[in-house]
């Protein structure tokens, strides 16, 4: 099997399973078990704070982990022991009165280490494994089948929620959700390596401090910042609408079925647009079509949130694939582990900043100046790649 049918295997795999533990699903079972609002927005910051300090050490390091492949596998398997906490509280939700809350903080943290080690080393190990020439195209596709099972999957799960109980329906895909860790690692641990040889010039331009003599490492520093923002608000859209009454605890896992529709029709669209339209031009289109939908989500109702809420997704999701595929077109390959430690740490960093500031952001303007608030941040992120993009002529696959 090819690695590129391996990518989008375990590319699947591990989109299932962390469909289960992070996002609408988890921050809805929290609350069911007994977290306030407030410590479900703590807990967020934190686990993206653990993903910002292990992205640090990267920085350094990153150019310097020499079995790629192997690190990464075993990274995969973070997240199996949050999920399990997770499990736990869900067989006996009476934890929550023995120290759950302080159990489940503790390993999150934990798991978030190893969440930030892959999250870097997800960028690098495309380089060592595909064509990257290819690496556009396969992003889009594997994404897009990802998004397409883990709709199917998600919707079993709210159809599922309308006919068996909360607690024991979201514990036997919490127990999925860890099968599928298991198994994302060991298909990422299958892909064969490519002889990926360096010369002496590329060997010694593959060091941290080239990446901070490279001017885009600085210009990209705002909008990576602005973008974490606006993301940070973004996933956390589930514990808005339920503070605002607009959902409830079955409604909300209809945000989940959403994610995974626009994750698939997005990726779709990107896989066989970006070359006719090119990635800068789609990310321009996918940035205004989130600023013209996302602010209403709040404002219409329920029907009202969904529909907005889907074209904002639609078009967040065409972004998230294009800024990684015009990073490659911007940051030569020797620098990009190093620079992937910089973007994510302050992209991550951003997304604990936002979490903190949404409950004095709301007293401030309201729910929705918040949603207009993580809008300008998207603008001002898609508007500056754009800029960027189209100064830099490295056409993908050709650094060397």
Request: hydrophobic letters at 50%; glycine letters at 8%.
């Amino acid at each position: 099997m090819s690695n590129i049918k391996k990518y989008c295997i375990y590319t699947t795999i591990y989109n299932v399973g962390f469909t289960f533990c992070t996002g609408a699903i988890m921050q809805t079972f929290l609350i069911q078990v007994g977290f306030s609002a407030g410590q479900v927005y703590v807990l967020n910051s934190l686990m993206q704070i653990m993903q910002v300090a292990m992205m640090l050490v990267l920085t350094f390091l990153s150019g310097k982990i020499k079995c790629v492949k192997t690190v990464t596998s075993i990274s995969y398997l973070s997240l199996s022991v949050l999920t399990g906490v997770f499990l736990m509280g869900a067989i006996n939700p009476e934890l929550i009165k023995h120290g759950y809350v302080i159990a489940v903080f503790i390993v999150a943290g934990i798991s978030y280490v190893g969440v930030g080690l892959y999250t870097i080393l997800s960028y690098c190990l495309p380089y060592y494994t595909i064509d990257m020439n290819e690496y556009g195209k396969m992003t889009g596709i594997s994404v897009a089948i990802a998004g397409g099972v883990s709709f199917l999957v998600s919707l079993a799960y709210s159809i599922l929620l309308s006919k068996f109980s909360y607690m024991k329906t979201t514990a036997a895909f919490f127990v999925i959700a860890i099968i599928c860790f298991i198994l994302t690692s060991i298909v990422c641990g299958s892909m064969r390596v490519k002889n990926v040889e360096m010369n002496r010039e590329d060997r010694e331009r593959n060091d941290v401090i080239s990446v901070f003599k490279n001017k885009n490492t600085y210009i990209l520093l705002i909008p990576n910042f602005v973008r974490g923002l606006s993301v940070g608000i973004f996933n956390v859209i589930a514990t808005i609408a339920i503070s605002t009454s607009i959902l409830n605890e079955t409604t909300s896992s209809y945000v989940n079925v959403i994610l995974q529709i626009a994750t698939f029709a997005g990726n779709v669209f990107f896989a066989f647009a970006y070359r006719k339209l090119s990635t800068k031009n789609l990310l321009l289109l996918a940035t205004l079509g989130v600023c013209v939908s996302f602010p209403f989500s709040l404002e219409l109702g329920v029907i009202g949130f969904f529909c907005c809420f889907t074209i904002a997704s639609f078009f967040r999701f065409v972004t998230d694939t294009a800024i990684p595929v015009i990073i490659t077109e911007i940051i030569p390959k020797e620098q990009i582990g190093p620079y992937t430690s910089i973007r994510m740490l302050i992209f991550t960093g951003a997304q604990a900043v936002a979490t903190l500031l949404i409950t004095p952001l709301e007293t401030a303007i309201g729910y929705t100046g918040v949603l207009i608030f993580a809008t300008v941040m998207l603008f001002i992120c898609g508007i500056t790649y754009y800029a960027v993009a189209r100064s830099v002529k490295q056409p993908i696959g050709k650094q060397d």
